[in-house]
């Protein structure tokens, strides 16, 4: 993580403690709710099509793995906070940022940004 602000273990957030009491497990990564919504391609391939109808077809340069890292952040917040929104944002846990790059590669990344105006 480029940031120490986004050096944080999922285990710091207050909203992960259940998730984590729930399957036994040390590491959000490691809960069966995780690998489900945010890891299996066919899940993410479903939220794809919400996608498009939503934002329209992709551009010719944009790369389905950038989309589906964004889908998978997306869906992480969803299920662990319920809330999404441009006023509404945090920075996530390193080891699901890691999780998700690493099924989902890019040559380039960006890390967290907060909303223009908001800061």
Sequence with gaps: MPTARECKCCNFYTAIESRLEEASVK???EHEGFVANCLNRW??????YEYLHENGPLEENELIHKV????AYRRFVRWIWQR???????????C?????R????S???C???YPSGSL
């Design 111 to 113: 890390g967290f940004k």
């Design 68 to 71: 589906y890292r964004h889908l």
């Design 96 to 100: 699901v940022v890691n999780k998700i």
């Design 43 to 48: 899940v993410l391939e479903t939220s794809f």
């Design 102 to 105: 690493t099924a989902f590669p």
């Design 27 to 29: 590491c959000i990564t």
């Design 107 to 109: 040559q380039q990344y």
């Design 84 to 94: 999404l929104g441009k006023n509404n944002r945090g920075i996530l846990p390193s």
